[in-house]
């Protein structure tokens, strides 16, 4: 009777043991997150990768009563701020902030970008999209996208500006040029802004810009816009038709951006974080700036729906990485 009881006091003791260690478990994991949280932006400071994440993350803190501090490391197109992350302790108190470089298109770009974008992240939210626009100078005569393409089909002569080789703008205007079976000539330069002043003095034929980049200089009737790369108009210039409704397949290739943690993430962490980014997407500061800035929020509200968003757009994109003939680096 003695062993036995000793043998049974045993057994509660363990039992015991095991409940708080449970009972700590869930009390740690219900407290998350427990201190502030880092969110990598891997481009420089003031540009609009960081002034839309440096919004997000203000409301993000709001969300989850914890200070969100915006780190800033760029270099490499990108790749050294994911990498960053890519490599940080999956616990909940990394993110990253990225645009389509880093999430999309370097995996095709660059042979070894320091991560693999497909598995070395836990895809928290999708952000929205700032879509493409063409413009071209001021004084071209066409004003709609069917005529322009009519007056230099087969052309030779005809040219198109980019911020770089592998830029979304560079990209989008090689696809198009490939779907329509024409040969233009892609004019590479450092920067959307020296782009941009070549289009304005007749230097190029036509550009891919941003939404928000290209209103102003559209306002200031330096360039003007003959259609949307999207499948909706942008409300920063409502007047502009889709490629879609002037009869040109659109092209549906903007400038992307979503949240991600490390792989490895827990699913308690992932869910409050994915609730907590959704509540901060969705908040009327939020979505007021991104109003403005042309970001548009698309249909995207699940990390599971932003997981397969990014696999098909990796693979989409590297389909005209190939086309444009670019070589990893």
């Known amino acids: 009777m003695i062993q036995h009881s000793v043998w ?37 400071p003031g540009g ?17 009563d914890q200070t969100v501090v915006v780190e800033n490391k760029p270099g490499a197109a990108g790749n050294l701020g994911a990498a960053i992350v890519a490599r940080a302790e999956p616990d909940g108190y990394t993110l990253l902030f990225a645009s389509s470089g880093p999430m999309l298109i370097n995996a095709s770009l660059f042979k070894d970008p320091g991560f693999d974008a497909r598995t070395d992240f836990t895809p928290i939210a999708y952000i929205g999209e700032i879509p493409n626009v063409l413009v071209v100078n ?15 089909k087969g052309r030779s002569d005809i040219s198109y500006g980019s911020s770089g080789n592998g830029s979304t703008n560079h990209l989008i205007a090689e696809k198009l040029r490939h779907d329509l079976d024409e040969k233009w000539v892609h004019v590479p330069y ?52 889709t490629f879609d409704e002037q009869g040109i397949p659109s092209l549906n290739r903007g400038v992307a951006f979503g949240v991600s943690a490390p792989a490895g ?65």
Not at 11 to 31: C, E, H, K
Not at 49 to 64: H, P, V
């Open 8 to 44: 049974k006091g045993a057994v509660l003791a363990a039992a015991l043991a095991v409940a708080q260690l449970v009972g700590a478990g869930t009390a740690v994991a219900d407290t998350y997150p427990a201190r502030p949280l880092k969110m990598i932006v891997p481009f420089t």
């Open 48 to 64: 609009p990768t960081d002034a839309l994440a440096r919004i997000f993350a203000n409301e993000l803190q709001k969300q989850l």
């Open 138 to 152: 001021s004084a071209t005569k066409e004003n709609d996208l069917p005529s322009f393409f009519k007056s230099i």
């Open 190 to 241: 450092k920067g959307t802004a020296p782009a941009l002043t070549d289009l304005m003095g007749g230097q190029t034929s036509f550009m891919f810009v941003d939404v928000l980049t290209a209103a102003s200089q559209i306002k200031g009737g330096r360039i003007k816009a003959l259609g949307i790369a999207s499948s909706e108009r942008s409300p920063v210039m409502p007047d502009v038709e």
């Open 265 to 329: 993430l827990t699913m308690h962490e992932k869910d409050v974080l994915a609730a907590a980014a959704r509540e901060a997407i969705d908040s009327p500061s939020m979505q007021a700036y991104m109003k403005l800035q042309g970001v548009q929020p698309g249909s995207i509200k699940t990390p599971e729906a932003f997981a397969n968003y990014i696999d098909e757009q990796i693979v989409s994109w590297g389909k005209v990485v190939q086309l444009a003939n670019i070589e990893p680096n």
